[in-house]
């Protein structure tokens, strides 16, 4: 039987493995093939380069103004994530703990506009942004960021702080906190956990998001990392090789920030499964 069950656990780890590297697969073609020139990419895709010289990257730092496109899909990124979370956890939080008919209408209010596709907003958002001047200006797109990430965040924070309970908050009043001292105090570090996971989606999504910027971003002065890259894919060709580098460059810093905060979402979970 012991035999039987390791046997079972080896062939599990052997499928995992095999996951991984499919997963993998893709990063490895874009990491190799951004040291490659475009006819290298071309003839031998999957093989490694002949050399790993850093030309494609130079040609890319100052084709795209690549510090200029890193600096605003941080700034947009970072103040709308800190948005979102800010503002979801908020409402959330006064939702939760004074339910009500005008509660739950606020809430399935704004949880009905994530079944709403995006592309049927396009144009009655543009034309709002434009009555309102929020084209072409990095605020007026953090603004739009912040609408569409409410929702998901909102019902997220409900559903946890459903589950925290409220007489943590009774005592803390009953020592002198006010509502803003119990949810600075109490309720956002019980909610790190949540926080790490709602954080990681939408940065993911916000700095990888093309569709929102090309319609609402003109300028290149305010242009983000997939707005400017797209300056490699033309009607008649295609700059693989440099379109690989910028993405190489981009996607640096996402994949930093994932593994940095997948240990706390770890830690959070953890935490909480031992909890009376």
């Known amino acids: ?26 990063l490895y073609l874009v990491f190799i093939n951004a040291f490659k020139r475009y006819d290298e990419v071309l003839s031998s895709t999957a093989s490694l380069p002949e050399s790993f010289g850093l030309s494609n990257f130079i040609t890319v730092w100052q084709q795209i103004h690549f510090p200029t496109a890193f600096l605003n899909s941080l700034m947009i990124t970072v103040i709308s994530v800190l948005g979102i979370l800010l503002v979801s956890s908020a409402a959330a939080y006064q939702i939760v703990r004074r339910p009500g008919k005008l509660s739950n209408i606020i809430f399935l209010t704004i949880l009905a506009s994530m079944v709403i596709p995006f592309q049927t907003m396009m144009i009655p958002l543009l034309q709002v942004a434009k009555d309102f001047h929020l084209i072409n200006s990095l605020y007026g797109i953090i603004i739009m960021y912040l609408g569409f990430g409410i929702p998901l965040a909102l019902f997220l924070y409900h559903g946890f702080i459903k589950g925290i309970p409220i007489e943590l908050e009774e005592a803390a009043t009953i020592d ?17 956990p949540i926080t790490t996971t709602i954080a990681i989606l939408h940065s993911l999504w916000i700095w990888n998001d093309f569709l929102l910027p090309y319609i609402v971003l003109g300028q290149k002065s305010n242009q983000t990392i997939p707005l400017a890259s797209y300056v490699y894919f033309g009607e008649y060709m295609n700059e693989w090789h440099l379109a690989l580098a910028a993405l190489t460059m981009a996607v640096i810093p996402v994949i930093a920030f994932f593994l940095l905060m997948q240990r706390y979402i770890i830690q959070g ?8």
Do not use: D, Q, S
């Not at 390791?6 to 991984?20: R, S």
């Not at 906190?177 to 909610?191: E, S």
């Open 176 to 192: 002198g906190c006010n509502t803003f001292g119990v949810y600075f105090r109490i309720l956002l570090p019980l909610l790190a």
């Open 269 to 276: 979970i953890t935490a909480g499964a031992v909890k009376g």
């Open 1 to 26: 039987m012991k035999e039987r069950y390791n046997a079972g656990k080896f062939l599990l780890e052997i499928a995992m493995a095999v996951l991984a590297l499919l997963f993998l697969a893709p």
